[in-house]
């Protein structure tokens, strides 16, 4: 599956998301602040749908916070990396947080810059690049033909 059919289906189902896209700036400041580029297939994610909360439980982390009625819901992507930092998680420079889901932290190798970036989870999973990881662990689980008959 590809990056963009992975966007069509998160597209598709937005109204089961709480998220506020990216602009090009919000982006561009992101950068900025991690010193280096972000993989495009992130930060198509990011101004596409946005980052905040994918099917009521992952957590995307963007480039600003996700604020509802004065209530932080899910932090940015910069404040969640110097808090984990402060709390004794280290990782290389180029390994990043961006999503947490049930206590679990996953990382993204963005030492490709643009290019692919396979992402790392706490408890040592790994995935190919973000298509893959959002396949795997994002994206509801196709309903069988058996299930929808019942």
Do not use: K
């Not at 297939?41 to 749908?49: E, I, K, N, P």
């Not at 049930?102 to 040592?124: F, K, N």
């Amino acid at each position: 599956m590809t990056m963009d059919e992975v966007l069509e289906l998160l597209e598709r189902d937005r109204a089961l998301h709480l998220t506020q896209r990216c602009s090009e700036r919000d982006l561009d400041i992101l950068e900025d602040g991690l010193g280096r580029r972000l993989p495009a297939a992130f930060r198509g994610l990011l101004a596409r749908v946005g980052g905040g909360i994918l099917y009521d439980r992952h957590e995307v982390f963007g480039a600003r916070r996700l604020i509802v009625h004065d209530i932080e819901l899910v932090p940015d992507l910069l404040s969640v990396r110097q808090r984990l930092e402060a709390e004794g998680h280290s990782w290389p420079d180029h390994l990043i947080p961006f999503h947490r889901s049930q206590g679990i932290v996953h990382v993204m190798d963005v030492s490709r810059g643009e290019g692919p970036a396979a992402v790392l989870s706490e408890t040592g999973q790994s995935y190919a690049d973000l298509p893959d990881f959002l396949r795997a662990v994002v994206l509801p689980r196709p309903r069988s033909a058996g299930l929808d008959a019942q």
